[in-house]
């Protein structure tokens, strides 16, 4: 009797270890996307943006939107690519791709998320950072700063497409992105000047082709070329699905 207790309580044990195991397999990956708005010129790229949580959907991950609560730096009018008034908020106007599901950035907690996505966009280069106008001397909103610092520090991955890439050069000494290729080739890459600043900020810079990525893995860092390639939207599409693979292969 005394055995069989034993062997019934051993039996027992040995399924909710099995139990818990499997549902730790089968947890969803907590990303979190951080947006800067909406519209290539002053926010997220929209098609980037989609194509990021599109790939999160099918990879079954559970995605939070975060943006920062400021003013953008300036509201482009798309039609003419010119400056318009009155001024908008990245958080806000971050709303509209979000479906109005977005948190102010400050309320982002870095234990409660796996990993952390940056879509490209202008507004990586005008509100959260001023890449755009300082380029190397550029200071990075401190919300964001401190966000992809603490994911460092938490060795917990993160991903950087288009331009949002200068983002970890600025802020993760010595690590490695790509922004794809060096040379113009004829306005295929007409952004290449990005790839040798992105080395005088101290960071390495890995040349690759907008399908591809490249993972840093001391760093737990993938980046992708996205539309600093002037190309079709289904190789954006693509290299960001390699991407987001990868930095979920990370977790």
């Known amino acids: 009797m005394l055995f069989c207790s034993k062997l019934f309580n051993l039996t027992r044990n040995c399924n909710f270890r099995k139990i818990h195991h499997q549902s730790v397999l089968m947890a969803s990956p907590r990303v979190a996307v951080v947006l800067s708005g909406c519209g290539v010129y002053d926010g997220s790229d929209v098609h980037e943006t989609s194509a990021c949580l599109v790939h999160l959907s099918r990879a079954g991950a559970s995605v939070s939107m975060f943006a920062p609560d400021v003013a953008q730096m300036h509201t482009i009018d798309h039609t003419k690519g010119e400056p318009i008034e009155p001024n908008r908020n990245v958080l806000v106007e971050s709303a509209r791709i979000a479906r109005g599901n977005v948190q102010a950035l400050s309320k982002l907690n870095t234990p409660d998320f796996d990993a952390l996505i940056f879509p490209g966009g202008f507004g990586a280069a005008k509100n959260l950072s001023t890449w755009a106008v300082d380029n190397i001397n550029c200071t990075v909103n401190a919300e964001v700063e401190n966000v992809i610092k603490n994911f460092r520090s938490?060795?917990?991955?993160?991903?950087?497409?288009?331009?949002?890439?200068?983002?970890?050069?600025?802020?993760?000494?010595?690590?490695?992105?790509?922004?794809?290729?060096?040379?113009?080739?004829?306005?295929r890459w007409p952004y290449a000047g990005t790839a040798s600043a992105i080395t005088k900020c101290g960071a390495k810079h890995v040349e690759t082709d907008v399908t591809d990525s490249h993972v840093d893995r001391t760093n737990k860092v993938v980046s992708t070329p996205a539309y600093m390639c002037d190309t079709a939207v289904h190789e954006i599409f693509d290299g960001i699905g390699k991407m987001v693979d990868d930095v979920l292969a990370l977790i």
Do not use: Q, R
């Open 154 to 187: 938490h060795e917990k991955p993160m991903g950087f497409a288009c331009i949002s890439p200068v983002l970890a050069a600025k802020c993760i000494p010595g690590v490695e992105v790509t922004v794809g290729k060096a040379d113009e080739d004829s306005g």
